[in-house]
Nanobody
Framework: QVQLVESGGGLVQAGDSLRLSCATS??????LAWFRQAPGKERQVVAA????????YHADAVKGRFSISIDNTKQQFSLEMNNLKPQDTCTYFC??????????????????WGQGTQVTVSS
């Protein structure tokens, strides 16, 4: 059973950078992703990547600022977040699953989840 443990997150100012990491154990899955969720809102994809790292997707809201990457030697994947904005304030979750390619943006198809980490960006 795949297990995910997140680290990173915190309180930063607008324009700052943060790196979220997700350590994996118990096996591999074809797709790795980061989602975020604000209170009272649906969980939305931030970035997704095939486990080889060759196929990557970034949501329009974060394109050019955030980057998903994988370090297979450390069995972890990360989300590098630059030029953070107050609207990036959310709880961030890492996820892993085996969705078909057309469904990789749907949180419902991911079977393993991290515990969530809060990112707060002050203006």
């Amino acid at each position: 059973q795949v297990q995910l443990v997140e680290s990173g997150g915190g309180l930063v100012q607008a324009g700052d950078s943060l790196r979220l990491s997700c350590a994996t154990s118990g096996g591999t899955m074809r797709w790795l992703a980061w989602f975020r969720q604000a209170p009272g809102k649906e969980r939305q994809v931030v970035a997704a990547m095939g486990w080889t790292g060759t196929t990557r997707y970034h949501a329009d809201a974060v394109k050019g600022r955030f980057s998903i990457s994988i370090d297979n030697t450390k069995q972890q994947f990360s989300l590098e977040m630059n030029n953070l904005k107050p609207q990036d304030t959310c709880t961030y979750f890492c996820a892993a699953g085996n969705p078909i390619t057309s469904a990789v943006l749907d949180p419902a198809v991911y079977r393993a989840w991290g515990q969530g980490t809060q990112v707060t960006v002050s203006s």
